[in-house]
């Protein structure tokens, strides 16, 4: 999988690869594709990979419900980083306003040494 490459899109890829090796004579069962999929899969999936493993028969697995299941802790995934990122402005301006706080508190200091 290419970095910021989403499910649907490695799919197309993997099916044109798939299509262009069949047209050489070369053929893969329904399982070897389903671990062939897994393991395209950047390590940040591992846990869901390898989830899937263990829970599902990938030799009778159709390849459409793999992909579904993927899409859709694809999507969980942008929604936990969208969460964040919204989450991230307040904590960044708490940051601000202690820095601020920081430099008041040195230039107040510097004020005293002059005074005396």
Aim: charged share 35%; proline share 3%; with cysteine.
């Amino acid at each position: 999988m290419e970095p910021h490459e989403n499910i649907d899109k490695m799919y197309c890829r993997f099916n044109d690869i798939i299509k262009d090796l069949e047209t050489l004579s070369k053929e893969y069962s329904l399982g070897e594709k389903n671990r062939k999929i897994l393991n395209a899969i950047s390590k940040e999936w591992d846990a869901k990979t390898i989830a899937i493993e263990e829970a599902k028969n990938l030799n009778l697995m159709p390849i459409e419900s793999l992909i579904n299941s993927l899409t859709s802790y694809e999507l969980k995934l942008k929604a936990k980083v969208v969460d964040n990122e919204e989450a991230r402005p307040r904590r960044s301006i708490a940051l601000k306003t202690s820095q601020e706080e920081d430099e008041n508190c040195s230039i107040n200091l510097e004020n005293e040494d002059v005074d005396e």
